[in-house]
């Protein structure tokens, strides 16, 4: 049997950063990273790229065998987790095979979750999460001249777009009246919207498919939607049944604390796959951003090696680019895709005509939330705005005149 | 991973021309006026002041890590943080990792853009007036240095915290195997560099002469060598006691003579490691052991005298005062003086702060250097017969006295007449410097 130091389960964000962190400290010791997958570690969000045909498959790899070499971490491809025997220090893994550990990471992301609608199980559909995904659905759209995607958010609209451009016709259905709910207000979507109609993808708000039949899905108003390839990106949840009997607490994900710990003592978890404190509501939540697998990942891999220099992890803060049709558009922070909540002072500029939205939302003279379309902002800056809750009052009509600017004045002078 | 150079920017001295901007702009575009080109982006502050959004080249670059393209790597041979616009995918992840608004999105630009330093020659450098921007090459001299051979023996016994053991082995480097070494008692052989255990504490031919012929001897050596027709490079590490005090008379004689010799003084003002005794190089108000803090005394009466400075009247080939914390500095005087101990007597003053004797904590020796030099308590300078007395570093806009000498126990006890004294010395000693500038 195969035993080690530190093993780590999922080699995407969360993983890496672990692995990274773990290097940092401590050169040698035994390190496993283990992955179900057969590439390369690489990043979902690279995946509607793929699909594009921007990105090559084989060009997408965050890290090579010879990085593995260089750091003695040994990458194990097609290795599944099974189960866990926390206790014993022993992680199963499919085909028989086990690992005996001294401290463990789980950091296996999250999987499409399926809607429950009769017929689903008598019909092909994708779904987009992994490289094989990616692979397939790019196959699939060869032959196919009907898309139908289900949900509107970032990996629909991503994926509609991307089939759009290769020439299908598209449609979207989404129960909410809006594209992208939760990330933008509907006057922000509907510049969004406007780039979708603007290639011809067909936008069915307010609906949802009520069953499905091979090659046809009927809406809940009961139209008959024909499609040759069906994609579900209805959302995602993580895939935990590896932990039946483990001991280890979860709820929608797997429940850590600000310092990625389990409740057992020798086991981690990060990214997707984690629950964590949200850092602008009560309760917690995953996360499910790769900017925030890459702190818990790297918090996960100090607190492994007890690396002196971990610091807990703040809570989540919702932060977002997407990039649209050569458009871009960023979300950053809560109260920007509803209506203002008390005590809130938002700033709104519109130009439909310059396609531009700004949307800029303050308590107390801190920073909530920004949101913008075709409006350069620095999400980094405003993240630590937010997180470090800054006292804007000194320079507030500043700020509301040019948030770009004046973040990277109050940066350059915070960080000294 | 080695260490590496690096863009600096002082915010307290800028201003604001906005030439960086149009330097970087014409780099990257080749049209100075395309400010979205830039790279650095130079902020208006208020009562005109100005600060920066530029890239840091992160050790652990949250860019890179959020990139799910690869498309960012930091480059271990530069330490710059490389974009593969291949790669990029333009999904502005990068951006969310950015704290300094550094890896930025511009529309007209259409990708992300950030600093390459323009390959190890950034443009904006050399057009800034105010010396606001900066560029540290610091790193690559200890690449350079930590490729040739250390000729000290791994494990000399030196203090925790000291600089002296650092400058050696620096020294020696540069200096090469082609040498003999004079190490007079003092702390340097007091570390084992002369041996110990019958075992040779250096690579290179080493000796120990007395305190008060270490000079004259290496001198005697010298011409040996040139008699022979051999070049050999003749070096002196002696401490403060060893050069100012007891070795003072064979020093003066040797520099007089304009031997070829290149003589190392490490300035810890006191004997030191056989107690923390006061030399005549102990500034004034210091404890030490023969100058003790109590009803009658409160440290040292006298003031220190300046070695450099009478060196220098000596009307030697080449003398400098040297700092650890300045290499760059200390690497250029180090090669000047062993060019110029080719034709005549060379004289380097290295300030090496002690941790143990001074009573501050190991871990802030480089802090105490680079105070001492900040505050003017000592000053960077250094003299050839021809070019007269260089200031090596400015002198004008000098860090509160107090700072240096709060930093450091063998102080504690001053009070403010004695501070006072100590500050009217070092005016009128700089003023009597800034009088040998030609
Ligand atoms: C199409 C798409 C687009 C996206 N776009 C964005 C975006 O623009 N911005 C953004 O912030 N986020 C985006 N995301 C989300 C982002 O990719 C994730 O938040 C991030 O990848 C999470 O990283 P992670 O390491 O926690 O998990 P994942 O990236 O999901 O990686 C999980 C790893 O665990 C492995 N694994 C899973 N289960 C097991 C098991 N049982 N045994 C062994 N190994 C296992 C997997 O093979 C994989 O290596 C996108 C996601 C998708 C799918
Ligand atoms: S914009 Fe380009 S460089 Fe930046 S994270 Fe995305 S792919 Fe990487």
Redesign the interface.
């Known amino acids: 049997m195969q035993s080690c130091t530190y093993l780590i389960v999922g080699a995407s964000?969360a993983g890496?950063?672990a692995a990274?962190a773990i290097r940092?400290i401590d050169p040698a010791s035994p390190l496993i990273l283990a992955s179900r997958d057969s590439h390369l570690p690489?990043?979902?969000?690279?995946l509607p790229?793929v699909v594009s045909g921007?990105?090559k498959a084989e060009?997408?790899?965050?890290r090579s065998e010879a990085f593995f070499k260089e750091k003695s971490i040994t990458f194990l491809r097609q290795a599944q987790l099974q189960s866990i025997n926390a206790e014993k220090g022993l992680a199963h893994f499919d085909q028989g095979t086990s690992i005996r550990f001294d401290k463990l990471l789980l950091a296996t992301g999250a999987a499409p979750s399926l809607p429950a609608i009769p017929g689903l199980g008598d019909v092909a559909f994708h779904v987009l999460r992994t490289m094989d995904d990616a692979l397939g659905l790019k196959t699939a759209m060869k032959g196919a001249r009907r898309a139908l995607v289900l949900g509107a958010g970032l990996i629909g609209t991503h994926a509609a777009e991307n089939m759009a451009e290769a020439g299908m016709t598209v449609s979207i259905v989404e129960p909410q009246m809006q594209l992208l709910p939760g990330y933008f207000d509907s006057q922000a979507s509907s510049l969004i919207e406007k780039a979708f109609e603007g290639h011809g993808i067909d936008l069915k708000f307010g609906r949802s498919v009520a069953s499905l039949k091979p090659g046809v899905a009927v809406l809940d108003d009961g139209q008959d939607v024909p499609f040759d390839l069906l994609l579900i990106a209805t959302g995602v949840r993580p895939a935990l049944s590896y932990l039946d009997g483990s001991g280890i607490r979860i709820d929608r994900g797997i429940l850590v604390d600000e310092r990625q710990r389990t409740n057992l003592p020798a086991v981690w978890a990060a990214g997707d796959c984690a629950q964590v404190r949200l850092f602008q509501s009560e309760g917690t939540g995953v996360a499910g951003i790769?900017?925030m697998a890459?702190e818990q990942g790297?918090i996960a891999g100090q607190g492994m090696v007890d690396d002196e220099g971990q610091k807990p992890f703040p809570g989540a803060v919702s932060?977002n680019?997407y990039?649209f049709f050569g458009q871009?558009a960023?979300s950053v922070g809560a109260g920007i895709s509803g209506a203002d909540s008390p005590g809130t002072e938002t700033v709104l500029r519109f130009d439909e005509g310059a396609k531009t939205y700004l949307r800029l939302v303050l308590k107390e003279d801190r920073l909530v939330g920004a949101a913008s379309v075709?409006h350069?902002l620095?999400?980094?800056?405003l993240?630590?705005l937010i997180l470090r809750q800054t006292d804007l009052s000194d320079v507030k009509e500043r700020f509301l005149a040019d948030p770009?600017?004046?973040?990277?004045?109050l940066?350059?002078?915070l960080?000294? | 991973m080695g260490a590496f150079n690096s863009l600096t920017y002082n915010?307290t001295i800028c201003l604001g021309c906005g030439e960086c901007m149009m330097a970087c702009a014409k780099a990257k575009s080749g049209d100075a006026d395309r400010f979205d080109q830039s790279r650095i982006?130079i902020?208006?502050?208020g009562d005109n002041k100005f600060?920066?959004?530029l890239c840091r080249q992160c050790g652990?670059a949250?860019c890179v890590?959020?990139c799910?393209?690869?498309a960012l790597t930091k480059n271990a041979a530069s330490g710059v943080v490389d974009w593969n616009a291949d790669?990029c995918?333009?999904?502005?992840?990068c951006?969310?990792?950015?704290?300094?608004?550094s890896i930025?999105?511009?529309?007209s630009v259409g990708h992300v853009a950030k600093c390459d330093t323009c390959g190890g020659d950034p443009a904006c450098v050399k057009v800034c007036k105010s010396g606001a921007l900066g560029y540290v090459t610091t790193a690559s001299i200890y690449n350079d240095y930590g490729k040739q051979e250390d000729l000290f023996a791994p494990g000399l016994a030196a203090c925790q915290g000291c600089n002296s053991e650092l400058m050696i082995r620096h020294v020696l480097r540069r200096v090469g195997r082609n040498v003999v070494v004079a190490a007079p008692p003092g702390c340097i052989p007091g570390m084992g560099t002369v041996g110990y255990n019958g075992k040779a504490g250096a690579k290179v031919p080493i000796f120990h002469p007395l305190l008060t012929n270490t000079a004259s001897m290496l001198a005697g050596l010298k011409r040996t060598y040139e008699r022979q027709g051999r070049d050999v490079t003749a070096l002196a590490l002696a401490g403060d006691g060893g050069a100012s005090d007891v070795g003072f008379q064979s020093l003066s004689g040797a520099a007089e003579r304009g031997e070829h010799i290149l003589f190392l003084c490490f300035d810890n003002e006191g004997y030191m490691n056989t107690g923390m005794q006061a030399s005549s190089a102990t500034s004034f108000g210091s404890w030490t052991s023969t100058t003790p803090v109590g009803d009658k005394l409160q440290g040292k009466r006298t003031d220190a005298k300046n070695l450099p400075m009478v060196m220098m009247m000596h009307n030697a080939a080449y003398v400098a005062t040297a700092s650890s914390v300045f290499m760059e500095d200390f690497y250029r005087k180090l090669d000047k003086a062993l060019a110029a101990s080719k034709q005549g007597f060379a004289y380097l003053h290295l300030y090496a702060p002690c941790p143990s004797g001074w009573r501050f904590p190991a871990s802030l020796t480089i802090d105490v250097c680079r105070l001492m030099v900040e505050s003017n308590f000592v000053t960077l300078w250094e003299y050839t017969p021809e070019t007269g007395l260089v200031f090596t570093r400015p002198t004008d806009k000098p860090k509160p006295l107090e700072s240096y000498l709060k930093a450091i126990g063998k102080y504690r006890h001053l009070a403010q007449e004695q501070v006072d004294r100590i500050k009217k010395l070092l005016e009128d000693r700089l003023a009597m410097l800034k009088r040998f500038v030609r």
Not at chain 2, 104 to 107: A, G, H, I
Request: aromatic share 8%; glycine share 6%.
């Open positions: 964000h890496l950063a990274d940092m690489y990043s979902p969000t690279i790229y921007r990105s060009r997408t790899a965050l790769l900017p890459v790297r932060l680019t990039s871009q960023i075709n350069p620095d999400p980094g800056i993240w630590q770009k600017t004046t973040g990277r004045l940066m350059s002078r960080w000294r | 915010a982006k902020v208006p502050a600060e920066a959004a652990d949250k890590m959020n799910p393209a690869g790669l995918v333009s999904c502005l992840l951006t969310v990792g950015c704290a300094y608004g930025t999105f511009e529309s």
